[in-house]
T-cell receptor
Framework: ETGVTQTPRHLVMGMTNKKSLKCEQHLGHNAMYWYKQSAKKPLELMFV???????ENNSVPSRFSPECPNSSHLFLHLHTLQPEDSALYLC???????????????FGNGTRLTVT | QKEVEQNSGPLSVPEGAIASLNCTYS??????FFWYRQYSGKSPELIMFIYSNGDKEDGRFTAQLNKASQYVSLLIRDSQPSDSATYLC????????????FGKGTMLLVSP
């Protein structure tokens, strides 16, 4: 496998459920990201991990809990979500935490989450 | 708050025409500028980046940057129906470790 792989592709969960999104990158990158994409809104950065250390948390509610056990894997643990959390959740990676010419952002295919 | 603005569209052009997509940004300290293409139901894919004032050409795509006007654009020559997608403008933001700020995207429709 190559690139950034996310599972599951689709997820429907109730407000009281606990679920996890998984992301794996095979690019040898050192930085990984969670983005949220809602209709009619820009991509929103949620979390950044650089060399497994969380370097940014954009005021995300505690019902979203990230985990980065190593530079290749990233999880997003979900619990007691709200219907407005329904969105496309995108994982991305880059060579280093400084995104630019030599370290562009590569996205996975996303998990389409529906909270009922 | 750092912002990136794009017209949501849709921008409709006939096949073979030039499509012009525009983007403005608020942070004067931004250094790198990216254009991503996102097909419906798919993830964004990087198609162009630019970091110096002027034009950068890659095949049918030309990115234009004017830092003084805080403006970046993407031109698509000889537009094809397969170019129909949403185009996201993204700007490098420096927050220690840099991150990207995205616009809402412009939907492009190329009719045969």
């Amino acid at each position: 496998e190559t690139g950034v792989t996310q599972t599951p592709r689709h997820l429907v969960m109730g407000m009281t459920n606990k679920k996890s999104l998984k992301c794996e990158q095979h690019l040898g990158h050192n930085a990984m990201y969670w983005y949220k994409q809602s209709a009619k809104k820009p991509l929103e950065l949620m979390f950044v991990y650089n060399f497994k250390e969380q370097t940014e948390n954009n005021s995300v509610p505690s019902r979203f809990s990230p985990e980065c056990p190593n530079s290749s894997h990233l999880f997003l643990h979900l619990h007691t979500l709200q219907p407005e959390d329904s969105a496309l959740y995108l994982c991305a990676s880059s060579q280093e935490g400084n995104i630019g010419l030599n370290s562009p952002l590569h996205f996975g295919n996303g998990t389409r989450l529906t909270v009922t | 708050q750092k912002e990136v603005e794009q017209n949501s569209g849709p921008l409709s052009v006939p096949e073979g025409a030039i499509a012009s997509l525009n983007c403005t940004y608020s942070d004067r300290g931004s250094q790198s500028f990216f254009w991503y293409r996102q097909y419906s139901g798919k993830s964004p894919e990087l198609i162009m980046f630019i970091y110096s004032n002027g034009d950068k050409e890659d095949g049918r795509f030309t990115a234009q940057l004017n830092k003084a006007s805080q403006y970046v654009s993407l031109l698509i020559r000889d537009s094809q129906p397969s170019d129909s997608a949403t185009y996201l403008c993204a700007v490098n933001s420096d927050s220690g470790y840099s991150t990207l700020t995205f616009g809402k995207g412009t939907m492009l429709l190329v009719s045969p």
